[in-house]
């Protein structure tokens, strides 16, 4: 069946950078989205990506690897504030989100 | 710059009992969304609807039904709680139908409780 896996948790350093992993299997593929959730909040579009590579958007970057099923969101130079729940979604061939569980990202000063 | 209201941000209901959660926009959008969020789960989508009056069942649709009267406002109703349905419910809009790369924006959500 289709599906869209991330890691439960993630845990990195204050001024350092995270790397936060999404891998899918889906019927087709049209792209990519990555949001960021907060505790308690709405979650907010951070990243579409659509062709293979690397798409740096400054504090964010996102790489998409389709042969691989594969991308990550790159949080570069962390600050406590990014601390927050990092949600994947793939759009398939009928343009249906699937959506993955989602990353929680703890920052330690 | 717009904003999505859900309301009730929390609401509690009894097992059995009709519920019904609320959901405003003013971007001018024409597609809204409701999803659930589960602990440890992925959004399931359960309604949306790409217009006023139009109504489209998503996977998790059996148990809810929904209403879109007007653009601005797209509410879900909880035919008969149960305690396992006990989740977040977001809703979300945006600029147009399936088939592009548009943004979704999201509601704070309403958590619902059932006891």
């Known amino acids: 069946g289709q599906g869209v896996e991330q890691p439960d948790n993630l845990m990195s350093v204050e001024g350092t950078f995270a790397r936060v992993n999404c891998t899918y299997s889906?019927?087709?593929?049209?792209?990519l989205s990555w949001y960021q959730q907060r505790e308690g909040h709405a979650p907010v579009f951070l990243s579409y990506?659509?062709l293979d590579g690397l798409k740096d958007s400054g504090h964010f970057s996102t790489f998409l690897s389709r042969s691989n099923g594969y991308s990550y969101l790159l949080l570069t130079e962390l600050q406590i504030k990014d601390s927050a729940s990092y949600l994947c979604?793939?759009?398939?061939?009928?343009?249906?989100?699937?959506w993955g569980s989602g990353t929680k990202l703890i920052i330690k000063p | 710059g717009g904003i999505i209201t859900q309301t009730p941000k929390f609401l509690i209901g009894q097992e059995g009992q009709k519920l019904t959660l609320k959901c405003q926009q003013n971007f001018n959008h024409d597609t809204m969304y409701w999803y659930r969020q589960d602990s440890g789960k992925g959004l399931r989508l359960i309604y949306y609807?790409?217009?006023?009056?139009?109504?489209q069942k998503g996977d998790l649709s059996e148990g809810y039904d929904a209403s879109r009267e007007k653009k601005s406002s797209f509410s879900l109703t909880v035919t008969s709680a149960q305690k396992n349905e006990m989740a977040v419910f977001l809703c979300a809009s945006s600029t147009s139908d399936w088939g592009s790369a548009e943004t979704l924006y999201f509601g704070s959500g309403t958590r619902l409780t059932v006891l």
């Open positions: 979604a793939v759009r398939d061939s009928n343009y249906q989100l699937i």
């Open positions: 990506v659509v």
């Open positions: 889906t019927s087709g593929f049209n792209g």
């Open positions: 609807s790409i217009t006023e009056n139009d109504l």
